[in-house]
């Protein structure tokens, strides 16, 4: 028997998937075998957890990160793991992030969907195994790649009512990368919201499904920020010190960009940085993100929130490794958005994710040129 069209769709997919998530991985791990650590913080990082295996409980430490990423570090070096085993693990999670979008994605499809929409998650998945951004953290000890995991389990928890699973999730993510807390901050704001039902019947169907969330998605992270600031302040004696540190050194590295004009240094990191990353995908995302939207989707605005807010305010670098964790959500409404210009005209689909897809491959080549053979 040849099994359900559904079936055999599936298996489809994940042969189609399998090829570029392969073969990325197989060039991630020649990279790793032939060049040295891409990123100055990723050294920084692999440090402090090995520091934290003679004194685990010092604060200090830590520096300006947040601790979860040092502690999970330190967990494998004392397993016998070495810096480039760390780093071939991160390839490992790279490739199984593409896979975690195209199976979060089909879960999203509804069962009465046509043909062309049920082709969408593994045209997202197929995406996102090639971005320039997954594949250049997938070759470094960062914690992006696992920050990017973490944020899409809360998203596909809130999405599947799962919503303690959202709140531990989200709590592990504010540990590993602060920006998580964009999230869970306009959670919590649409939460309160929530209790302002003249507010609440006057915002979009989709925030006001986000001000019904209940609590425990929002207090087991809120709960971990503020143990995290309270033991910076029996650390160090100051409270937000380490935020003050942070827009110091961000300040100060800010200062020698080369994008010193102010249009220029304004839009280099929304505008500009997006491009260089994501390509022509970026018409197709804006096209398909309200067909892709969720509301989990909520997360990863939060996060983009943060991010721009805190680059206006020079409390964040204009470094592409911000977007990883974004990545999925915009290959997903990419997708998407390629099957809306494919509804009127079949093949239309075809030629704007061909071009999209060649265009990724194109960034993807000239990144890790520019990376590994100009850089070093």
Known sequence: MCGSPRAHERRWSWAALSVPTLITAIGRAWVIGHFPEPDGDAKGHLGIAASLLIDPFRVARHWVWPPGYHYFLAALLRLGMDAQGIRFLNCALAAVLPVVVWRYAESTIAPSASHLERLAPVLAGVLCAVMPVVNLLGTSAQPGTLFALLVLV????????????????????????????????????????????????????????????????????????????????????????????????????????????????????????????????????????????RDGFIVPLGIYLFLLGSYTCKGVLASGRYYESLTPFLCIAAAHGACVVGERWRPATLLAYGAALVHIVRLLLQTGRWTFHVAW
């Open 154 to 293: 809360a998203v596909w928890s809130i999405d599947e009512g799962r919503f303690a699973a959202a709140g531990w999730a989200l709590a592990a993510a504010v540990m590993v990368r602060y920006e998580a807390a964009g999230a869970i901050a306009l959670l919590a704001a649409l939460r309160l919201v929530g209790f302002c039902p003249p507010v609440v019947n006057r915002l979009p169907a989709d925030l006001r499904r986000a001000c019904r969330l209940p609590a425990v998605v929002v207090v087991p992270p809120l709960a971990a920020i503020l143990g995290w600031v309270v033991a910076h302040r029996v650390a160090d004696g100051t409270w937000l010190g380490f935020v003050r540190e942070i827009y110091r050194v961000t300040h100060a590295q800010r200062a020698t960009y080369f994008h010193q004009d102010v249009w220029t240094d304004f839009l280099f990191f929304p505008v500009v940085q997006p491009y260089y990353l994501f390509g022509l995908t970026i018409p197709l995302f804006l096209l398909g993100i309200r067909r892709a939207w």
